[in-house]
């Protein structure tokens, strides 16, 4: 039996609190252990201190894989992995985080951690990367003067482009560059999640008027289309 997917677009740990108690609830477990990846962020220590107080503060027991600035031996981060009720990814720089996974094959990890039943969040990055082409503003972490977004190729378990943070700035050209891909589309604004469960997706708002599209490539013509909580795909 699959797991849960419940990626969050964007906000913050506070905006999006009903979402992250949501995944919490949905591992079954009165104090579950949660394991953040921070990769996308370089590791960032302030980013893993937050976590680390907000869901301890949750009454969760908190552990990070820091692969960017400490080494490990793949079978060390399958047993890291494997001992998770929650894995939590957060947000950053998407690109460089599937090329650092692939040295380390976290990426087929994550993916078995799925298949194996267990519950997987994050934001951002953590809520795009399943799919197979993500909207990132990877490009700015390389050079903040001059970039733009792109479509960075993620897992590709589901096969949809996928946008987060929908409601800033920029962020719209999605709506016109996803039909160079020619495949369905999704875009998320922030403070909301995407739920994956039994092949299928439906969304949960952290915020009432927040929303989210699918996009939907009809013989290379798209129809955007509002989405609502029930289950879309």
């Known amino acids: 039996m699959h797991g849960v997917i419940i990626g969050v677009s964007g906000g913050d740990l506070a905006s999006t609190a009903s979402l992250n108690e949501y995944a919490i609830k949905r591992t079954g477990k ?3 252990h949660v394991l953040f990846i921070p990769t996308a962020s370089n590791d960032s220590e302030g980013y893993i201190e937050n976590i680390q107080k907000y869901y ?3 009454e969760c027991t908190v552990s990070t894989l820091c692969v960017v600035t400490e ?3 793949k079978k060390e981060i399958e047993n890291i992995i494997n001992d998770a009720d929650l894995i939590y990814i957060g947000g950053g720089d998407t690109e460089q985080m599937m090329k650092i996974w692939k040295e380390y094959s976290i990426d087929k990890l994550v993916q078995k951690a799925y298949m194996d039943g267990k519950v997987l969040t994050g934001i951002s990055t953590g809520a ?3 799919f197979s082409y993500g909207f990132s503003d990877s490009d700015y972490f390389k050079n903040p003067e001059n970039w ?13 482009a996928i ?8 962020r719209n050209r999605f709506d016109d560059r996803i039909k160079c891909l020619g495949i369905d589309g999704i875009a998320l604004e922030n403070d909301i999640a995407i ?3 039994n092949n299928h997706m439906y969304i949960k708002k952290a915020r009432e008027d927040a929303r989210a599209y699918l996009f939907k490539n009809n013989g290379g013509v798209y129809h955007k289309i509002q989405l609502t909580n029930e289950i879309f795909i």
């Open 163 to 170: 946008c987060p943070h929908y409601n800033e700035e920029g």
């Open 148 to 160: 733009d977004y792109k479509f960075v190729k993620c897992l590709g378990l589901f096969p949809y």
């Open 56 to 58: 301890q503060g949750l």
């Open 71 to 73: 080494k490990y031996e």
């Open 30 to 32: 009165e104090h579950p």
């Open 128 to 130: 795009i990367l399943w």
């Open 195 to 197: 739920i994956i469960e």
